[in-house]
């Protein structure tokens, strides 16, 4: 304890040693009141240990606070097995050092305490020690504050803060929390990965994180770091690397509890392959529109080519039903060709078989390699081949005993380079009644295949009908296309 | 909205058209109306190709896709002259529209007289 220093003021009456002793006397008092006091205020509990004597004391505060019964003894053995087991080495050792160590005087440790009114205790003991001229201890002397309350609230702390930064990390989509500077203080890992990023942002600024937000965004920061919400459904990211990434992104300010804002968060959801599925889905649309207008017009066509031929309205629905099965089998094999490329092989197949020939059969060959077709002159050549083949079995090869039909084709070069195929269809063995003028016979068939396949496919074409004979050869240009060569 | 060799006849059109049986009728129904079909053709370069040739084309039918190509760039040059020219298409005509530097659209099938009444006025 401190001496009260000598005033001036008290000079003239210190001549009384009565009056002196009175008057410390009365000043001992009141300094004692205040530290009674303050420990109330405080709560803490005070021990003093004599080492000359060995022996332990505390006031009734810090005895009840370590929960002893109110004749338990005062000794520093029963305040040594109050102290946490394990706690107590470390306490041990502090207070040992002390009393080996002249110098290390005080002590300010923190360290848990058992109670059996109260369960485990969090303490906070500060303390001196008192020593003589050669350094050896004469006391020790300290108090004990219960800091449980605020331990556990600090616990409890620590935990919230745990939590929500286990909530940001998992959290199912990318989420930004950041402070007025605009630095990091949690982010979700949907966040690091949807942004391609590694490693620990916290603390780091947004905008050295993403050199490349532009202005634009910036502005849209600063409004909210002013109170705005905004949004966006749709709204691109240029990346550093020229990438650019489509977002939905909404950004709030958060408030502390005082109600001020404290900086921004961040919630975004990378719709780049979204709105990729939806560019595709519409191309797929306008696709199928294409084709299926388009397809009209060829109905249209065929109608009226049909039409043309036929005289009775019988002959014209039994003409034009077969084209439009025609018609049907070819947008088939066309819906399929993403994943079944087609070939003109499988093509005359196809429209053999379907009037029941196998292309295997006696009666007609088929031979040729493989040679892949590209999409948009599949159904021209498709329906060409399918006059060619109703013709045959109609009036031609098919429609006798003896008739035999031959389909070949072969990849031609020209001296340029450029390759074609070149098919020869050849019927032989044809009853020589039938008559070569019949214009039912040689009508949409052979303008198909004389006019339309060389304007639409810039196809060369020959189309010669002779007594017992008929030969056609179709050769169309080649494009090469992904590794190899499709008719054009 | 009369000029003066609005009726004259002998105009001459260009018809860019991928389906033969589509362009031959189409053709036809022209030579009706008493216009001079130029082509048909089938694809862009022999449109080119025609354009380049022939001095004297008072307008032009523009089939939008022909076997996968666009058919815009026709339409560029036709500009340049100073040549009206229509699209048809199988597409929507407003997805079309958006390419067609504000030539008119028309979705297939469609009566040829519209086509003729979009490029002079009337027939």
Same mark, same amino acid.
């Given at each position: 304890m401190k001496r009260t220093p000598p005033t001036t003021m008290g000079r003239g009456k210190d001549a009384d040693p009565i009056e002196r002793a009175k008057r410390i006397e009365e000043e001992l008092r009141q300094s004692e009141q205040l530290l009674r006091l303050a420990m109330e205020a405080s709560s803490a509990g005070a021990w003093n240990w004599n080492a000359r004597t060995n022996e332990s004391n505390w006031d009734d505060r810090y005895h009840e606070m370590y929960g002893f019964a109110p004749d338990e003894p005062r000794t520093y053995e029963g305040w040594l097995g109050r102290v946490h087991p394990d706690d107590r080495p470390r306490v041990v050792a502090r207070l040992e050092a002390v009393l080996r160590t002249p110098g290390d005087d005080e002590w300010n440790i923190e360290f848990r305490a058992v109670s059996p009114r109260r369960g485990v205790m969090w303490m906070h003991g500060l303390g001196r020690a008192w020593r003589d001229r050669d350094g050896q201890v004469l006391s020790l002397s300290g108090i004990n504050l219960d800091i449980t309350a605020r331990k556990r609230a600090e616990g409890e702390l620590r935990e919230s803060e745990g939590q929500l930064r286990l909530f940001f990390e998992n959290a199912p989509s990318a989420v930004a929390m950041l402070d007025l500077d605009m630095r990091y203080l949690a982010a979700s890992r949907r966040w690091l990965e949807d942004f391609g990023l590694s490693g620990d942002l916290i603390g780091r600024s947004h905008y050295d994180v993403f050199p490349e937000i532009p202005e634009r965004w910036k502005a849209i920061h600063r409004r909210c770091m002013a109170g705005a919400v905004e949004r966006s459904d749709d709204d691109s990211f240029e990346r550093a690397d020229g990438s650019v990434q489509w977002l939905r992104w909404e950004i709030h300010p958060w408030r502390n509890a005082i109600g001020e804002i404290g900086g921004l968060i961040m919630l975004s959801e990378d719709v780049t392959e979204t709105r990729l599925w939806r560019e595709r889905q519409q191309v797929l649309l306008d696709e199928m529109q294409h084709r299926t207008r388009n397809l009209i017009t060829v109905v249209e066509a065929i109608a009226q080519q049909t039409m043309r031929a036929t005289s009775s309205m019988d002959a014209f629905m039994a003409q034009f039903s077969i084209r439009l099965s025609a018609l049907s089998r070819v947008q088939g094999l066309l819906s399929r060709s993403d994943r079944t490329p087609i070939t003109i092989g499988a093509l005359i197949s196809m429209e053999l078989e379907a009037l029941g020939l196998h292309s295997g059969g006696p009666r007609a060959s088929v031979e040729g390699p493989n040679v892949r077709l590209r999409k948009r002159s599949v159904q021209t050549l498709a329906l060409a081949i399918h006059e060619l083949a109703t013709n045959a079995q109609k009036y031609? !090869?098919? !429609?006798?005993?003896?008739g035999r039909l031959s389909v070949t084709w072969r990849i031609e070069r020209a001296a340029d380079g450029d390759a074609c195929l070149a098919l020869e269809w050849i019927e032989t063995g044809i009853v020589q009644r039938l008559d070569r003028a019949d214009p039912q016979r040689f009508g949409y068939g052979r303008t198909l295949i004389e006019k339309a396949l060389p304007y639409s496919l810039s196809a060369k074409t020959t189309f010669e009908v002779g007594d017992r004979e008929f030969r056609c050869s179709i050769t169309l240009p080649l494009e090469r296309l992904d590794g190899g060569e499709v008719a054009r | 909205m009369t000029k003066p060799e609005a009726r004259s006849p002998g105009r001459r059109v260009l018809v860019v058209e991928d389906d033969y049986f589509v362009a031959d009728s189409l053709a036809l129904a022209l030579k009706a109306h008493g216009i001079d079909v130029l082509g048909p053709v089938a694809n862009v370069d022999e449109a080119l190709e025609l354009i380049a040739r022939?001095?004297?084309?008072d307008g032009a039918i523009l089939d939008v896709n022909l076997k996968g190509e666009l058919v815009f760039s026709v339409g560029d040059v036709l500009r340049t002259r100073g040549v009206p020219y229509v699209f048809t298409t199988g597409y929507d005509a407003s997805s079309v529209a958006r390419h067609a530097g504000g030539a008119p659209c028309f979705e297939k099938p469609v009566p040829p007289a519209q086509l003729i009444d979009a490029l002079f006025g009337e027939h």
């Open positions: 031609g !090869a098919l !429609a006798t005993e003896n | 022939d001095e004297r084309i």
